[in-house]
């Protein structure tokens, strides 16, 4: 079973449009995370959650919007989607804030 | 990347030959220093991590060495096989506990040569 998975792999999609990137753990982990790479492979936070409370808030336009219905799930939603936004993103999770962290395998974003 | 500074950012080595990869970062307090290793297409994945009460850690092929008065560490991967080819970061955790975060080196891309 993938221990942190999420969907879709791959989307592409026209600039202004509304996407969303959901992923679940199965980890019994109480911290979410959803870090950007780009294409230089730069890996940079974006939101980090506990036990679906927002704790890490980095400088992201507010078009994206993280949603945690449970400690398990944490999706992401982008509103009017930009060409910059292209770019690789990742969900992972941890048991704590700060420790080793698992990765899904990444949704690769393409905005035309 | 944010005080986690990573280099060399491109690293060639022959089939057999020692690589090695180095980071400084800037927070003092930062305890934690994990490495990740991501292949294509997929998702980085620890491979070892130290923690700032000791100096090196060893784990086969790989070990990690830290310096916390020069606030360096640094991976050794030994004995390089083709399939450690990846790209590789290392991190340190800044900020204080209540809401630390784990911020990435810019990564080395290793390529083995057969």
């Known amino acids: 079973d993938t221990a942190v998975s999420q969907t879709p792999k791959y989307l592409v999609t026209q600039m202004g449009n509304d996407k969303s990137i959901k992923c679940e753990q199965n980890l019994g982990h109480d911290t979410m995370y959803w870090y950007k790479q780009d294409s230089k492979k730069f890996l940079k936070i974006m939101f980090s959650y506990n036990n679906k409370e927002l704790i890490i808030n980095e400088t992201v336009p507010n078009r994206f919007s993280p949603k945690s219905p449970d400690k398990a799930h944490l999706n992401l939603h982008i509103n009017s989607l930009e060409l910059g936004d292209s770019a690789v993103y990742f969900c992972?999770?941890?048991?704590?804030?700060?420790?080793?962290?698992?990765f899904g395998s990444g949704t690769q974003l393409s905005v035309l | 990347g944010e005080n986690v500074e990573q280099h060399p950012s491109t690293l060639s080595v022959q089939e057999g030959d020692s690589a090695v990869i180095k980071c400084t970062y800037s927070?003092?307090?930062?305890?934690?220093f994990p490495w990740y290793k991501q292949e294509l297409g997929k998702g980085p994945q620890l491979i070892i991590d130290i923690r700032s009460n000791v100096g090196e850690k060893k784990d086969q092929r790989i070990a990690v060495t830290l310096n916390k008065t020069a606030k360096h560490f640094s991976l050794h991967i030994t004995e390089t096989q083709p399939e450690d080819s990846a790209v590789y970061f290392c991190?340190?955790?800044?900020?204080?506990?209540?809401?630390?975060?784990?911020?990435f080196g810019s990564g080395t891309r290793l390529s083995i040569r057969p």
């Open positions: 992972a999770s941890s048991q704590h804030l700060g420790e080793k962290l698992f």
């Open positions: 927070d003092s307090a930062s305890n934690y």
């Open positions: 991190a340190a955790p800044r900020g204080y506990s209540s809401a630390s975060k784990i911020i």
